[in-house]
């Protein structure tokens, strides 16, 4: 029920890459009132590639986009 920063993907027991390429990962949860309702989700094949800054920026593009997709996702059942 949070934010994810993965400097090295190498290091994480039962780690499940997308791509044999991808060495860190950053996943930043999308909510509306308080209930998760999508991820912005972004690999990267270089060790240690997101900050903190990068974080803080998909939670506000997060921020924004939340109610949309609380909407669509009840739109179409999986609200």
Known sequence: DRNQ?????RE???YLACSIH????LVVLIR???KIVGEFDIDSDTVGAF???DEAVLEEMGALISGR???LASSYGSG
């Open 32 to 34: 509306d009132a308080g």
């Open 5 to 9: 920063v993965i400097e090295d993907v």
């Open 12 to 14: 994480v027991e039962n």
């Open 69 to 71: 997709v609380a909407s």
């Open 22 to 25: 991808t060495r860190s990962e």
């Open 51 to 53: 900050t903190q800054e």
